[in-house]
């Protein structure tokens, strides 16, 4: 059979994977369920897994080639908030900013900022640090909580708990 038309898929997700069996007859696909995903493939299409997260479905009728690429896409399609799932390999996924666990858009911008311009993440910084309960540890170090009648006397102010590159 000559494959005139082809249709890349890509599986995205931890342990998410395929594999063909019987000279690509049959597709089998592991998406997080309990059981795994079968496919029997039509006459007119065949399937090839170059890597356990590409899937290549090619064929010599572009309409069957296709409408068997979207019924495997269709099974995980792809999420909005981390991307997961089977995409067409030329597919974007427009990701989505998250729901009531993830910052506001003020803060997200904010952190933006901050990542770009160093004095004003010192300056933010200052502000969410409470007087007295940091100390500096050298690079590499967690900074550690202490309270503030164990602070030595140059530590009794934010400006000196925090230091400023």
């Known amino acids: 059979m000559e494959a005139k ?3 890349f898929l890509k599986i995205v997700g931890v342990g998410f994977k395929a594999r063909t069996e019987s000279e690509g007859r049959q597709l089998f696909l592991k ?3 309990s059981h795994e995903v079968e496919f029997a493939v039509p006459p ?3 399937v090839f897994c170059f890597k356990p997260n590409i899937i290549c479905c090619t064929g ?8 068997f690429a979207g019924a495997v896409r269709s099974c995980k399609p792809p999420e909005v908030y981390k991307g ?3 995409m067409y390999i030329d597919e974007v996924v427009k990701k989505k900013q998250g729901g009531a666990d993830s910052p506001t858009s003020e803060t ?4 933006r900022k901050t990542e770009s311009i160093p004095k004003v993440a010192m300056i933010a910084a200052k502000m969410m640090i409470p007087t007295g309960w940091t100390r500096n540890f050298p690079i590499g170090c967690v900074n550690q909580r202490i309270p503030p009648a164990m602070r030595s006397n140059n530590e009794s102010n934010v400006d000196a708990a925090i230091a400023i590159d």
Do not use: C, N, P
Request: charged content about 40%.
């Open 60 to 67: 010599i009728d572009k309409e069957r080639v296709h409408q």
């Open 31 to 33: 998406l997080g369920y």
């Open 5 to 7: 038309f082809f249709r």
């Open 108 to 111: 997200a911008e904010r952190t």
């Open 84 to 86: 997961k799932g089977i």
């Open 44 to 46: 007119a299409v065949r």
